[in-house]
């Protein structure tokens, strides 16, 4: 099993900074793409940022040049870190990966998502 174990969410004023961090866990060979979607109330759950093995990145338009995102791959993890946080970037960030997972015949393998539960962020003054 895969567990992914999220922090840094939070109260942050208009203005203000939060680094997210996630944490994955497992019996994984290997961890190909990492995201961190978000989704506010009476909303659609949106990607945020994505970060590939090979560090290839992208960004919904409406963070570009406050967010950046970033990965640890011996520790399987990846950030999120948030500047000149807006009253509608508020939400519950979910990280989400791209795992590929052995199986029990030698050198075959299987690619899975996985998402954590999720860190609330309120942007309020």
């Known amino acids: 099993q895969v567990q992914l174990v999220e922090s840094g969410g939070g109260l942050v004023q208009p203005g203000g900074s939060l680094r997210l961090s996630c944490a994955a866990s497992?019996?994984?060979?290997?961890?190909?793409?990492m995201a961190w979607h978000r989704q506010a109330p009476g909303k659609q759950r949106e990607l945020v940022a994505a970060?590939?093995?090979?560090?290839?990145?992208n960004y919904t338009e409406s963070v570009k040049d406050r967010f950046t995102i970033s990965r640890h791959n011996t520790e399987n993890t990846v950030y999120l870190q948030m500047n000149s946080l807006k009253s509608e970037d508020a939400a519950t960030y979910y990280c989400?990966?791209?795992?590929?997972?052995?199986?029990?015949?030698?050198?075959?393998?299987?690619?899975?998502?996985?998402w954590g539960k999720g860190t609330l962020v309120t942007v309020a003054s």
């Open positions: 989400k990966i791209r795992a590929r997972m052995p199986t029990n015949h030698r050198g075959k393998y299987f690619d899975m998502d996985y």
């Open positions: 970060i590939t093995s090979g560090g290839s990145l």
């Open positions: 497992g019996n994984i060979f290997q961890i190909l793409d």
